[in-house]
């Protein structure tokens, strides 16, 4: 490799490093039965002013059953209230009564609206690229398209 690849490739990461965005939490609900804990871990490494790589690690553990999540979608921003993005979403699913751990990859589709400077709406369409999906308690009752509206609050 030549010192001036190796030079644009390093400035290259370090914009990465100088411009991502972190944060994590942990959130646990217990009752007489069961335990329930979600970990997340989002990401964000802006390229440029209208384009960044959004990426979440999410762990949602139920006891027996146990999912790991990892989107990293590219997003582009359309105006200042709008943006598109698109990307690729491993999931991991591990079932403890049968011992079957299960990966599918998702293709990821979806716009942002921000009506107010504190409020996001969101729409997402996933397609599941394999036809297997041997833990059907993913919430899509077995099917490889899903749809997903959210919204988010941020302060």
């Not at 290259?12 to 100088?18: A, D, K, P, R, T």
């Not at 972190?22 to 871990?41: A, H």
């Not at 833990?135 to 959210?150: A, L, N, Y």
């Amino acid at each position: 490799m030549s010192k001036k690849l190796t030079l644009h490739l390093l400035a290259f990461i370090g914009v990465f490093q100088l411009n991502a965005q972190n944060l994590q939490c942990k959130s646990s609900i217990q009752d007489s039965s069961f335990t329930f804990e979600v970990t997340n871990d989002f990401n964000i490494f802006r390229i440029n002013s209208n384009l960044d790589i959004f990426q979440r690690a999410q762990t949602v553990d139920f006891g027996i059953y146990s999912k790991f999540e990892l989107p990293v979608l590219l997003r582009v921003k359309l105006s200042e209230k709008w943006k598109l993005f698109s990307g690729a979403n491993l999931m991991l699913f591990k079932d403890g009564m049968t011992g079957i751990d299960s990966p599918s990859l998702n293709a990821n589709f979806g716009i942002e609206y921000e009506p107010t400077n504190n409020l996001i709406l969101n729409a997402q369409f996933n397609y599941r690229l394999s036809n297997d999906n041997l833990i059907k308690t993913d919430f899509t009752s077995g099917s490889r398209e899903s749809f997903t509206v959210g919204s988010k609050l941020k302060f």
